[in-house]
């Protein structure tokens, strides 16, 4: 029985631990992302649509690369939506719809929130 018990617990331990290392990696990525996606409406407010533009096409590149790291840990569908948004910002930006693309960065924002949203452990989420 008390070997069952101290099982019991690493196993705990070890899931707690898991689950830190998981919201780090979330936050870290999200953070990022939020950082680069205000960067574009910076740009886009200060009529800077060129370099809103690559700073787009970077952030594509970069959600690429990161993006599957944490999809081993989370339900991807929110990473995904995040994908299909900043696709859409980069294709407003290319055909100079800046109206277009000031909507399509501040979905990026709530779209990112809700990556966070989803992963951060709280009893909503849990039930």
């Known amino acids: ?33 939020m950082v680069r996606t205000q960067e574009i409406l910076s740009l886009l407010a200060q009529n800077q649509t060129a370099r809103g533009l690559e700073r787009a096409h970077e952030m594509d590149a970069w959600w690429d690369e990161e ?14 939506d995040v994908r299909f948004t900043l696709s859409r910002l980069v294709a407003a930006l290319e055909m100079g719809d800046r109206d277009g693309a000031f909507v399509y960065a501040r979905e990026l924002e709530g779209g990112i929130e809700h990556v966070l949203e989803r992963q951060t452990l709280s009893w909503q989420n849990l039930l």
């Open 1 to 33: 029985m008390r070997k069952k018990i101290i099982t019991m617990a690493v196993t705990l331990l070890l899931l707690g631990l898991l689950s830190a290392v998981e919201q780090m990696t979330v936050k870290r990525l999200t953070d990022d992302a």
């Open 67 to 80: 993006a599957p790291r944490v999809e081993t840990l989370i339900n991807h569908e929110a990473t995904d």
